[in-house]
């Protein structure tokens, strides 16, 4: 069914239900998975049309090397075999075009209960990112958070 699943993870509790249904469902499918970080450029350098140094992304991609590394060493961990990567942009752009490149059947992502202010604000990727993918979208919920809300 799936043979390139692509799982967009950053380590939040969204981000472990990510992980851990996607990792489900490549072993179900004996897929290969790759697993992605996107790290956003703050809002304020780019506003101040600064120019990003490459200090200035060593420092914003150094938390995120080690939830890739945490996260792939879960998915080799059951035999499944793993890639990470980490881009730098906006996450909808960014996960769009790493699926076309990587040849994704599947991408996985996590959604963040919010409230009606912050998804008109901020938007949802997995929305975002229907219009704009070459494939299938799993949204993962993480469980415990919604198991205590009504």
């Excluded at 901020?122 to 205590?148: F, H, W």
Aim: charged fraction near 20%; proline fraction near 4%; charge should be negative.
């Amino acid at each position: 069914m799936y043979h390139r699943i692509l799982l967009a993870y950053n380590g939040s509790p969204e981000g472990r239900a990510v992980l851990h249904q996607g990792t489900q469902m490549a072993q179900l499918c004996q897929a290969e998975v790759c697993l992605l970080a996107v790290v956003g450029i703050p809002t304020g350098l780019t506003m101040a049309e600064t120019v990003v140094t490459p200090e200035m992304t060593d420092a914003l991609e150094a938390p995120a090397r080690r939830t890739l590394e945490e996260g792939a060493k879960d998915i080799v961990a059951l035999g499944l075999a793993v890639q990470t990567r980490i881009e730098f942009g906006e996450p909808v752009e960014r996960i769009g075009a790493v699926a076309r490149e990587y040849g994704a059947d599947l991408i996985v992502v996590g959604h963040r209960h919010r409230g009606t202010l912050a998804r008109w604000w901020g938007g949802s990727v997995g929305k975002s990112l229907l219009g704009q993918i070459p494939c299938d979208l799993l949204v993962a919920l993480d469980t415990q958070e919604g198991a205590g809300q009504s």
